[in-house]
């Protein structure tokens, strides 16, 4: 194989820090002591601190959890069970049902935003966490479908037949030889659902209404009013915990299925 | 029960109706609350405006004729542009680094980590990342002056560069993965065989290794055009509002302006829009790989 010229390999490392670099200086001065430049002038966890005591952003922090492990409970389970019929099992209108899995994938957010906020004032549905669950559940289950099919792929139909043969039924096998293999694809389906319900800000301003702002709501208002470091601590906060829950997606993904 | 009868009872379940039990749920939930939206969508933008917000009982076209207003045409020009934009800046850097990263063999693993983790860290810290670098106190002036080059700091924010400056920040890792994808499953054997008869690395290159890797190009190229077209958040907050894309035109119909119909119709402009590059991704995936025989 011919070896990467040394233009591309700068080219492309250029991109990496395009990627990164901006992130990593939100980070690093969200632990500066300056409150207007961006000059060093001491470690400080002040702005962490000040975090603690804002009620706007506790209380925002609070509705993203709540919603956060709802949608992803409901998300999981719908998902897991639309792989598993997808994969193991033939039905008229199959072929429907997987493009109807792809229409939230090249949906435009907005457009998924003011539809969903459409049906609510049509059906005079007040708005608040459980609009923002539906919508979050909406937009999560075809990720939760495409994670858990990739695992179901890559599984072996002969040891659930073995498991049959040997006697266990139906019951047992899924709970016994399917569910236990499965298990990676359906928790980092559940993961990266939490991750997309937990980061989402577009379509949850338009069903979140008044009284139940998830945090990416509260962040977005304080963006646009001015520029604190407290918005680069509350950033931080944010980067640090999804970046871990991709990690251990990522992770579970990775791992092989039993053949 | 006998062995033979559980098993074909076993195999002869996995039809029709224990499938449908299956799909039901999920299935429900997508048609309720993706599918019957955005035909309510539909409907809305066909109906006259209701005093505040909401629609009135009729029949207008009149939300569509609107957007023959050159005020609209440009928006729509406008937003058409900008992500073309986006999605060629977002190819030229995004395809050396698949390339790089499907012949990559120690690092790859946290090298593509690397591409995953920003696709889908939170759009807004990222975007908010963007003003923390290019505002006029930010990062990037201080640098600048700090180092004389300039007196004053240039105005980098509010501007159409912070804006494309965003969005390509945003998308980039939706164009990088595909296209890695297609690379990855490239037969080792083929460059081989090129290189064998002849051809050099360019010519490797340009009729061997591309050719293929063309379907996550376009797969690519369409995961960056959507959600650039509908994007509101990056014009919103880097370009100050300034430049207005028909993503913040939608969002001001529903908010501060109240007219839903005629945002519905807007929607739906850029729903028609996506669908049209959806299919023909599609046509160009079915047809064959092109040089190949």
Redesign the interface.
């Known amino acids: ?2 070896r ?1 010229p040394r233009w ?2 700068a ?2 490392g250029g ?2 820090f ?3 670099l ?2 990593l ?2 980070v690093v ?1 969200s632990f500066n002591a300056s409150k ?4 060093w002038t001491g470690f400080t966890l002040d702005w962490y601190r000040l975090l603690l005591e804002r009620p706007d952003i506790l209380a925002g922090l609070r509705v993203s959890l709540i919603v956060g492990l709802f949608a992803t409970a409901i998300s999981t ?3 897991t ?2 792989a ?3 994969a ?5 209108g ?1 072929r429907a ?1 997987e493009s ?2 792809y ?2 994938l ?7 935003g ?6 609510f ?2 059906f005079k549905v007040a708005l608040g966490i459980p609009t923002i669950v ?2 979050h ?2 937009f999560s ?2 990720f939760v ?1 495409i994670v858990v099919l990739a695992r179901l792929a890559g599984m072996d139909e002969h040891l659930e ?1 073995a498991a ?2 040997l006697g266990a039924d ?1 019951w047992t096998t899924f709970f016994r030889v399917t569910l236990p293999q499965l298990l990676p694809g359906v928790l980092s389906g559940a993961l ?1 659902a939490f ?2 319900s937990f ?1 989402d ?2 379509i949850t301003s ?1 069903v979140a209404g008044s009284g139940s702002s998830t945090l ?1 709501v509260v ?2 208002g304080m ?2 009013r001015n ?1 604190e470091p407290t ?2 601590a509350i ?1 931080t906060v ?2 640090v915990f ?2 871990l829950l ?2 251990l997606a ?1 992770r579970l993904g990775r791992e092989r299925a039993l053949r | 029960m006998g062995l033979r009868r559980r098993l074909l009872g076993w195999l002869g379940a996995r039809s029709s109706l224990r499938g449908w039990a299956l799909v039901a749920p999920a299935g429900l939930w997508l048609a309720l609350f993706f599918v019957v939206p955005l035909l309510a969508m539909v409907g809305y933008s066909l109906m006259p405006r209701g005093t505040y917000g909401g629609v009135e009982p009729g029949f207008t076209l009149e939300h569509y004729q609107r957007f023959f207003d050159p005020l609209y045409l440009t928006i729509l020009r406008r937003t058409l542009v900008v992500s073309a934009l986006c999605t060629a800046i977002c190819l030229l850097l995004g395809y050396p680094v698949a390339y790089v990263l499907a012949r990559s063999r120690r690092w790859r693993n946290l090298l593509l980590f690397l591409v995953v983790l920003p696709f889908w860290t939170s759009f807004l810290v990222r975007t908010f990342a963007m003003i923390f670098l290019l505002r006029d106190t930010g990062l990037v002036n201080s640098v600048l002056l700090k180092a004389g080059l300039i007196q004053e700091p240039l105005t980098l924010l509010y501007t159409p560069f912070a804006v494309m400056a965003g969005l390509v920040y945003s998308f980039l890792p939706f164009m990088i993965l595909p296209i890695y994808a297609t690379l990855e499953r490239l037969d080792p054997s083929l460059l081989e065989a090129a290189s064998v008869l002849g051809a050099r690395p360019a010519a490797r290159f340009w009729r061997v290794t591309l050719p293929i890797s063309l379907p996550g190009v376009v797969a690519g190229c369409l995961l960056v055009f959507i959600p650039a077209l509908g994007s509101f958040l990056p014009s919103d907050l880097l370009g100050g509002a300034k430049q207005m894309l028909i993503g913040n035109l939608i969002q001001n119909q529903f908010t501060a302006a109240r007219n839903w119909p005629f945002g519905s119709a807007a929607s739906l402009v850029v729903m028609v829009t996506v669908l049209v590059g959806v299919l023909a991704y599609l046509r160009t995936r079915d047809r064959p790989a092109p040089g190949l025989h």
């Not at chain 1, 207007?36 to 000059?39: A, C, G, I, L, R």
């Not at chain 1, 193991?88 to 008229?92: L, V």
């Not at chain 1, 090249?106 to 998924?112: D, F, H, K, W």
């Not at chain 1, 003011?114 to 049906?119: A, E, M, Q, V, Y």
């Open positions: 194989m011919d990467t591309l390999g080219l492309v991109v990496y395009f990627l990164h901006p992130l200086i939100l001065f207007f430049s961006v000059e389970v719908l998902g069970l639309l598993l019929a997808l193991r099992y033939r039905f008229r199959r049902l109807l899995l229409v939230p090249v949906t435009p957010e907005i457009v998924v003011i539809s969903l906020l459409i049906l004032a049509g539906i919508a559940v909406a289950i075809s479908t037949e049959m043969i139906e990266l991750t997309l980061d800000y577009v338009f990416p962040v977005y963006v646009r520029i918005v680069n950033s944010v980067l999804t970046s991709i990690y990522d």
